[in-house]
């Protein structure tokens, strides 16, 4: 069986290696499904698309038929079709539901906001004053998350999906040492990168992007 996932063709260098469609092509390469590409522009977005994704975000994941939107909703739907992303106890389910949504609620906003101080309100005023107390708060979060995680080599026991939503978030935490000054939650997040699924997901994302990468104009 095949699925496809819906990906940009190209981003700019920045964002290359985080966008969202990374999570489901890990999710797959973690039980061998095999994927397509579908491959659409980033700006402007296909008109159509915008009736399949209300945002024109990806990824959006065609599986026979049936679509889904959003990485977390696309990465509970892989992970029904195989125990390796979800344990099938009901703790052991509960728990990894609890924590995808704990990655994608209580942590990804704040690298949402880190993005926005560090990346695209780089210089302004307000953001240098912001960025400081947002630094703290995320380091108090990530805090939390450690001593949650304590000794456990992954977030509920094996790795599930609800790793592979964490550690990508994690990873947007950028050139802060946010990740790096902990070092249980810095070994864990390098024990989930360090997974092969990991490794040829990454590879397949940025093949497209190479692929497509837009030609220079000629010097004048």
């Known amino acids: ?100 949504f704990a990655a994608f609620n209580s942590i990804e906003p704040w690298m949402f906001e880190l993005a926005t101080v560090d990346i695209f309100a780089k210089g302004e005023e307000w953001a240098e004053l912001r960025r400081p107390s947002l630094l703290e708060t995320i380091g108090a979060r990530f805090d939390r998350l450690t001593d949650a995680l304590g000794e456990k080599g992954y977030l509920v026991g094996d790795f599930t999906v609800a790793d592979i939503a964490m550690a990508t978030v994690l990873r947007e935490a950028g050139d802060t040492d946010l990740v790096a000054t902990r070092p249980a939650l810095a070994a864990y997040v390098d024990r989930c990168l360090a997974r092969p699924s990991f490794e040829k997901a990454l590879a397949d994302q940025l093949a497209a992007f190479e692929k497509h990468t837009p030609q220079q104009e000629p010097a004048a």
Do not use: N
Not at 10 to 24: E, I, S
Not at 37 to 50: N, T
């Open 1 to 100: 069986m095949t699925v496809t996932i819906t990906a940009f063709k190209w981003v700019p260098d920045f964002a290359q290696g985080y966008v969202r469609d990374l999570r489901p092509r890990w999710a797959c390469h973690e039980i061998g499904l095999d994927y397509e590409e579908r491959l659409i522009d980033s700006d402007p977005k296909p008109e159509s698309y915008f009736s399949e994704q209300p945002w024109g975000q990806v990824p959006v994941l065609d599986d026979t038929g049936v679509h889904l939107f959003e990485s977390g909703a696309i990465l509970m739907h892989l992970a029904e079709k195989d125990e390796r992303l979800m344990p099938r106890d009901p703790q052991g389910r509960a728990s990894t539901i609890s924590w995808l």
